[in-house]
């Protein structure tokens, strides 16, 4: 069991496993029929099981005409849950298969020529890892990610893996549209002029995440991705159609699954703090399963570039509604949560006033 594991034993079996430059992927494909001991989560991580309940996630049509009824539903899934589906929006079918299958080729093709890209370090074109925050989490999740960050500028092409580089940057760019249209969106649902998070760079850049998490030969031991919120503006997750996101939803966890040619579009940190609670950034977690690899790709909405500072916008501050958060810029805010385990500890309460 975990607990027995002294903090010696449990950094020597961390570098041990991180010296693989192959992730979990690697153990799966050595064969291991029990999982290492620092993948072992404590047994609390398990209560409360998953119910599905499609209509707790709203399914948001972006093609429908009536803009204030689209506007609207926005306004409560983002208040409500802070998490929705989006339909015809704008990225074609074939683009988003091929994506996943882009980060499905990088994760499965030769270890050696993955090897290459394995990095913690942030300054990289293109980061390969598992578990960002392996050397500070209580336990690790099981699964092996891909970074890049790709808006406003990506990288060099031939920094990016060529199994994947093509798709990458034709994604991207509908991504980059799609975050337009949906800031314009969430800007008016705060009551907003549709051009006010734009105009404070909220869609400007994001960084893109590809994980892969394998089949897991003791799925109730561990878990894919930990309960966290999202240390973004707004995240969009492309999920394949194995399943495994769940959010918590008064105090029950409740399945996203995956539905075809729609994204998942949730709130983050960043959202919450600017709308000083008004938007609610949700918490959430990927399970593990032991049947198949899943993939999913993750954008995050927020711009490291920008040297602005973010704290609770003015139409939401009043004498009977003082700020609820400290300013902060991005940069400042994400060094702090690559730094921040993904445990139980929200990391928007660091900025709590
Ligand atoms: C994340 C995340 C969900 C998923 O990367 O922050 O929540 O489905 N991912 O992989
Ligand atoms: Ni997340």
Redesign the pocket.
């Known amino acids: 069991m975990a607990s027995i594991l002294s903090p010696e034993d449990r950094l020597a079996e961390l570098k041990a496993f991180d010296e693989t430059k192959a992730g979990v992927k690697g153990l799966v494909d050595a064969g291991i029929r029990e999982i290492p001991r620092i993948f072992i989560h404590p047994p609390e991580t398990f209560h409360n099981n998953s119910f599905s309940c499609l209509e707790i996630v709203p399914t948001i049509d972006l093609s429908s005409t009536n803009r204030s009824s689209t506007v609207e539903k926005i306004r409560t899934a983002s208040e409500d849950v802070g998490i929705f589906y989006v339909t015809n929006h704008g990225i074609p079918m074939n683009v988003m298969d091929e994506m996943l299958n882009g980060v499905r080729r990088f994760h499965e093709q030769d270890a050696e020529v993955k090897k290459k890209f394995y990095s913690r370090d942030e300054s990289k074109a293109l980061m390969y890892d598992s578990n960002f925050d392996l050397f500070f989490s209580p336990a690790a999740g099981w699964?092996d990610?891909i970074a890049s960050i790709m808006a406003p500028t990506p990288p060099p092409y031939e920094e990016l893996p060529e199994v994947c580089r093509d798709i990458l940057i034709e994604y991207s760019n509908d991504v980059k549209k799609l975050g337009v249209v949906l800031f314009r969106l969430v800007s008016e649902a705060l009551g907003l002029d549709p051009d006010y998070l734009g105009n404070i760079d909220c869609d400007k850049g994001f960084r893109f995440?590809g994980?892969y998490?394998p089949a897991c030969p003791q799925p109730d031991l561990t878990v894919?991705?930990p309960k966290?919120t999202?240390a973004?503006f707004l995240?969009v997750?492309l999920?394949d159609e194995i399943g495994?996101?769940q959010i918590l939803h008064q105090d029950q966890w409740v399945d996203?699954p995956p539905v075809p040619g729609s994204l998942?579009v949730?709130v983050g940190d960043l959202l919450q703090l600017i709308s000083n609670d008004k938007l609610k950034s949700v918490e959430?977690?990927?399970v593990a399963n032991g049947k198949e690899p899943?993939v999913?790709?993750?954008c995050?909405f927020r711009s490291l570039s920008s040297s602005r500072a973010y704290g609770p916008l003015e139409e939401f501050v009043s004498s009977d509604n003082p700020p609820r958060y400290r300013g902060t810029t991005i940069r400042d805010y994400f060094n702090y949560t690559l730094n921040k385990a993904l445990d139980n500890i929200p990391r928007l309460q660091r900025l709590k006033l």
């Open positions: 699964r990610s995440l994980h998490y894919g991705t966290h999202d973004s995240t997750l999920q495994g996101l996203v998942v949730n959430h977690r990927v899943r999913s790709v993750v995050f």
